[in-house]
């Protein structure tokens, strides 16, 4: 069945790239309602935004979605795994300023709150989109597909030429709390240089060490170290699951990355959706439902932070 918070979660901090302080409630919703943001500090005009496919515009460095009045939300795609990783379907998140706070750069913050408010079950089933074809986009060397799969599956590998990153792949089937005990606390990471360019250019100006694992070269430059071996490639994956659940439901499917990004797994659902023989939506049974991500998960099962 469909399910939102028990109560709500509140969180502070500060934006990525603009720097700026932000404040935001995710609120329980009614069934079928989904999740969408509202800026509350825009006190004129329509607030609302769908956490949707159709509402992302082009971004090269996060997800970002409009409404039609331009009014924007950004860097949405680490709520909206955490969100989907719990199964969560339903929610208002409100929010003071047009991006999300990058907290300590990973979904560990929004699944403990989660967690910690509780979730409530619904009275309506779950609407999944189930892969029938194929479905590929490519740019360069970079390759985004959805295929048919049992239950939802995530492959993704990345390749860079610092050696303290270098080539990593890895494989996990999302059922069962996978999300929670594998991925959510995977930190978003940049290289120094990327960092340079970006603050010339007005941007990452909320970065730290302490919410991004920065690489030179073959150092790590963010004390601590990594938390994981594979870091990186675990967080691309919780940003493809959070850029997935844009679909409007979750998938039932296998999504294959290979050096894909925000934009080009948004460029994959539109190719999907402009294919109506690609998919089907179907209702959750108890055998299909029980393998969605989020499905019993426990408190127990965030990592402990290293």
């Not at 825009?42 to 090269?60: C, F, K, Q, Y």
């Not at 706070?101 to 699944?111: A, H, K």
């Not at 179907?282 to 299909?288: A, K, P, R, T």
Request: aromatic residues 6%; glycine residues 10%.
């Amino acid at each position: 069945m469909q399910c939102t918070l028990k109560s709500a979660a509140k969180f502070t901090g500060v934006g990525l790239h603009s720097g700026e302080p932000v404040r935001m409630v995710v609120k329980p919703a009614s069934a079928d309602y989904g999740i969408w943001f509202r800026r509350v500090d825009i006190t004129s005009g329509d607030a609302l935004i769908p956490a949707r496919w159709d509402a992302v515009v082009p971004s090269r460095l996060c997800t970002l979605i409009a409404n039609p009045s331009g009014v924007t939300v950004s860097t949405i795609e680490h709520v909206m795994a955490a969100l989907a990783g719990c199964g969560i379907h339903n929610a208002l998140i409100e929010i003071d300023g047009p991006e999300v706070p990058i907290l300590d750069g990973s979904s560990v913050p929004f699944v403990e709150a989660f967690l910690a408010r509780g979730i409530r079950e619904q009275a309506e089933p779950v609407r999944a989109i189930r892969i029938l074809e194929p479905v590929e986009v490519r740019e360069g060397e970079a390759v985004a597909r959805l295929e048919p799969a049992d239950e939802f599956e995530i492959d993704f590998s990345i390749d860079f030429a610092e050696t303290a990153i270098g080539r990593q792949e890895k494989s996990l089937n999302m059922a069962n709390g996978a999300f929670v005990r594998e991925l959510c606390d995977s930190r978003t990471f940049c290289r120094q240089a990327d960092v340079d360019a970006m603050r010339a250019n007005g941007l990452a100006l909320g970065g730290t060490f302490e919410n991004a694992v920065v690489f030179e070269g073959d150092r790590i430059l963010s004390p601590g170290g990594l938390r994981h071996a594979d870091e990186p490639v675990r967080h691309k994956m919780l940003d493809a699951l959070g850029d997935l659940s844009l679909a409007g439901g979750p998938i039932i499917g296998r999504y294959t990355g290979i050096r894909a990004g925000h934009a080009l797994t948004n460029r994959l659902l539109r190719a999907l959706f402009a294919r109506r023989e690609a998919f089907r939506l179907v209702d959750c049974g108890l055998m299909v439902g029980c393998k969605l991500p989020g499905v019993g998960v426990h408190r127990s099962d965030i990592p402990a932070l290293r």
